[in-house]
């Protein structure tokens, strides 16, 4: 690994939510929650060891203050949890993908939560007022997907997007070469995209 790679991604690991949908997001952020969870609940119980080392007993300020920092570890513990559930696009896949995106506005490893489910989209491509995706979960739920999805995208005044979620890596290749053909009003690309990170994990 390079200087210059191993540099960028430190910066990603601390920023992780500025480089959501990068390639290797999921990755990266199950490190990033992992290390920030641990942090968390390492200074609560340092707090309350110290409080209890200089006081002799647990009735202190610093155990106070320990338990209330438990608040944001436990926060931190449950988003570790949702990223570790996540598997992220493989790297055979981003690999072969990479050369069919030409000058196409594409996201990586989107986890769309609902209250039943999560969405795993590996892959998106947006172009217009349509949204292409590959998941390889080949049981992936298309139609309840694209149900949680409308709701979302009128809410940010995007109207008739058009979606779908391939399984199949060949056809979903496919289709990105055709979205680069295709002939289509590329302004409303960077709302739509805005919209669809402010909505993943």
Same mark, same amino acid.
């Given at each position: 690994m390079s200087k210059?790679?191993?540099?960028?991604?430190?910066?990603?690991? /601390?920023?992780?939510?500025?480089?959501?949908?990068?390639?290797?997001?999921? $990755?990266?952020?199950?490190?990033?929650?992992?290390?920030?969870?641990?942090l968390y609940f390492g200074i609560s119980l340092s707090l309350f060891a110290a409080g209890?080392?200089?006081?002799?007993?647990?009735?202190?300020?610093?155990?106070?203050?320990?338990?209330?920092?438990?608040?944001?570890?436990?926060?931190?513990?449950?988003?570790?949890?949702?990223?570790? $559930?996540?598997?992220?696009?493989? $790297?055979?896949?981003?690999?072969?993908l990479g050369p069919c995106e030409g000058e196409l506005a594409c996201l990586y490893d989107m986890a769309f939560t609902s209250y039943s489910r999560t969405f795993e989209v590996g892959h998106m491509a947006v172009k217009?007022?349509?949204?292409?995706?590959?998941?390889?979960?080949?049981? /992936?739920?298309? $139609?309840? /997907?694209?149900?949680?999805?409308?709701?979302?995208m009128k809410a940010d005044s995007h109207k008739n997007v058009?979606?779908?979620?391939?399984?199949d890596l060949e056809k979903y290749m496919e289709r990105l070469k055709q979205l680069q053909a295709l002939e289509t009003e590329n302004g409303n690309t960077e709302g739509m995209i805005q919209t669809l990170k402010s909505v993943v994990l």
């Open positions: 210059k790679s191993g540099i960028k991604g430190i910066f990603r690991l /601390f920023s992780a939510e500025a480089y959501k949908g990068g390639e290797g997001y999921i $990755r990266t952020q199950k490190i990033y929650e992992v290390i920030r969870t641990v209890f080392i200089t006081t002799g007993n647990r009735l202190n300020l610093l155990t106070v203050v320990a338990v209330l920092g438990c608040l944001p570890a436990s926060k931190s513990a449950v988003s570790m949890i949702m990223f570790l $559930r996540c598997r992220g696009l493989s $790297r055979e896949a981003a690999t072969q217009g007022n349509i949204v292409c995706g590959y998941s390889e979960k080949k049981d /992936f739920p298309e $139609r309840e /997907f694209q149900a949680h999805l409308e709701p979302i058009t979606v779908k979620v391939f399984t």
